[in-house]
């Protein structure tokens, strides 16, 4: 192995003189929790909930706590959100009769205590709660629910769609966008050997994306996974809903037949069969339910046994979607995750065929 600095200086990727990160090339990741604390706080901050209807008076205070991590990441000029955060919000409330005359005045918390990138496309769950558990307290937090609950959501959604977009690099960005392009001087002051290198780098790798992705906008997955069993054995475990249900510990509906329905870990992936023989190949189509309307992949899983106990399956899942309808560019990433560790290592885990 060659020492560090060492060997083939055609693999050698140099720092450029200026230190710039041309077109955002490498990762640059920008922490953006201050950021969510500041958004969270002027967007959910004395929020008029009722203003006497019922003679209900209600209003939220002041974020009290956002917690957790958020980031942008920003790789070739993608935007690549992550957030896993947490939020306290104080309200109060107060009931009067009807000459004006006041009933009760409480005050109550709303939790949310996951909203995340992964499930940019769900809204989270928000609890609400009141100090005072009497008839007319509890009225205060029924309203609050009522009413209150949907604004809250609706803060979060903006807060997804923001992030979606960069979130507190969105403006620095644009202004990149925008910026005139150097002349050719400046161009020619910069280190040729540098550039030529960078530019190598730059064609390998697109040349190597547009192989890959097929169409514009859409990629393809590519795994091959082996395991210790009968290939007809993974077969009938990848086709029977009960054993979904068992090692995804989710909800699932699979039909045999080819052109048949099936919708698996609780109805966010659904598709049809589009070519099935036992035990060699599984053809179907998979459409995830945060993905644009109308778009659909195809995924194929061949089954190879080299030797009997030993199967090796080979996944090429098609037009994947780069973003799904929120703008989130995570989604080729998660698909895989998804397969690797939900899917084949819970197989492997559950039924016993790692090897």
Not at 38 to 55: A, C, H, V, Y
Not at 217 to 224: D, E, Q
Request: glycine content about 10%; charged content about 30%; some cysteine.
């Amino acid at each position: 192995m060659a020492k560090f600095g060492e060997g083939d200086k055609r693999w050698i990727v140099e720092e450029r003189a200026d230190g710039a990160n041309v077109h955002n090339w490498h990762w640059a990741e920008t922490d953006c929790l201050p950021w969510s604390k500041t958004f969270f706080s002027k967007s959910l901050s004395d929020l008029p909930i009722l203003t006497g209807e019922g003679n209900l008076y209600i209003k939220t205070n002041k974020v009290d706590k956002v917690d957790g991590e958020a980031y942008v990441n920003i790789r070739k000029g993608k935007i690549i959100p992550g957030y896993e955060i947490s939020l306290n919000l104080s309200w109060e409330g107060e009931a009067k009769d009807g000459e004006g005359k006041t009933l009760l005045k409480a005050e109550g918390n709303v939790e949310i205590p996951y909203i995340a990138d992964e499930n940019a496309d769900e809204d989270p769950e928000v609890k609400v709660t009141v100090k005072d558990e009497g008839p007319i307290g509890r009225t205060l937090k029924e309203a609050m629910l009522a009413k209150g609950k949907p604004l809250v959501l609706e803060k979060v959604r903006e807060f997804v769609k923001a992030m979606a977009k960069g979130g507190p690099v969105k403006d620095e960005l644009e202004a990149k966008k925008l910026a005139p392009k150097s002349n050719s001087n400046s161009t020619s002051n910069s280190s040729p050997a540098v550039v030529s290198k960078e530019k190598l780098v730059v064609e390998k790798e697109t040349k190597k994306q547009v192989k890959k992705e097929g169409k514009k906008g859409f990629k393809t997955i590519t795994m091959s996974e082996k395991f210790n069993c009968r290939a007809k054995d993974m077969f009938e475990i990848l086709m029977d809903e009960n054993r979904w249900k068992g090692f995804t510990q989710s909800n699932a509906r699979i039909s045999k037949e080819v052109g048949g329905q099936f919708s698996i870990f609780d109805g966010s992936i659904t598709g049809s069969n589009l070519e099935l023989q036992e035990g060699k190949l599984i053809a179907q189509k998979w459409r995830f339910g945060s993905w644009p309307d109308g778009v659909d992949s195809t995924v194929r899983l061949v089954f190879e046994e080299p030797e009997p106990g030993v199967t090796i399956i080979k996944l090429t899942h098609s037009d994947v979607p780069e973003e799904d309808r929120y703008g989130n560019a995570t989604v080729v990433e998660n698909t895989e995750r998804g397969w690797r560790d939900l899917i084949f290592n819970k197989i492997r885990a559950v039924f016993g065929f790692g090897i």
